[in-house]
């Protein structure tokens, strides 16, 4: 019989309510979910979870520091689970700068792909933020998928907008979700 793999995780409060963070026992970030760990239990294939703050503190510090605004990408090491061409959609995601978007079809020609494959690559995505999926948008801009909602997306684009200032109505806007989202 297979065993689970074992991750790490912690659970902390965002200016969008609770997130959570998976890593290897490499300190590798397996996922993260926007909720507890129940919802990243969701982002992961069969796994087992342990609490661990010590080896996801490097996750946790850069996550926080982009919601701070101190932080524009991620230098955090990766290891999601997923197929050449799911990684080669995220590696082509991981690119787009922060504050920019760019449409499904861009991405598949970069991955020399079709939009709906590059679509369903994201929809897999364990690794939101980090891997900014939030910044793939319809070919007419419009706001098409998102794990978390379309709510969520919209605000991560409007923070980025704002160039991630601290103290934009972004966070005006995310405090009815942290209050409803916080972990005890």
């Known amino acids: 019989m297979n065993r689970a793999p074992t991750f790490h995780f912690t659970q902390f409060n965002t200016p969008m309510g609770g997130f959570s963070v998976a890593v290897d026992s490499a300190g590798a970030v397996a996922a993260t979910a926007f909720g507890d760990a129940d919802a990243l ?4 294939r ?19 520091a982009w919601f701070r605004g101190g ?4 230098s955090i090491e990766i290891s999601p ?11 082509a995601t991981r690119r787009i700068p922060f504050g920019q978007t ?12 079709s939009a709906r494959a590059v679509g369903r690559a994201n929809a897999t995505n364990p690794i939101c933020l980090i891997v900014p999926c939030h910044r793939v948008v319809g070919s007419d801009g419009s706001l098409t998928g998102y ?8 605000r991560l684009l409007d923070f980025e907008a ?12 995310c405090t009815a979700t942290t209050k409803a989202l916080s972990f005890a």
């Open 71 to 74: 932080r524009r990408d991620f």
């Open 46 to 64: 069969r796994a087992a979870l342990v609490r661990d703050t010590r080896r996801t503190a490097a996750a946790r510090e850069q996550i926080e």
């Open 41 to 44: 239990l969701g982002r992961l």
């Open 162 to 173: 704002a160039g991630g200032r601290p103290g934009h109505r972004f966070m005006a806007l």
């Open 147 to 154: 794990a978390f909602g379309q709510d969520t997306k919209r």
């Open 102 to 113: 760019r449409s499904y079809g861009e991405v598949a020609r970069i991955v020399g792909s």
């Open 81 to 91: 689970a997923g197929t050449a061409f799911q990684r080669r959609v995220w590696d």
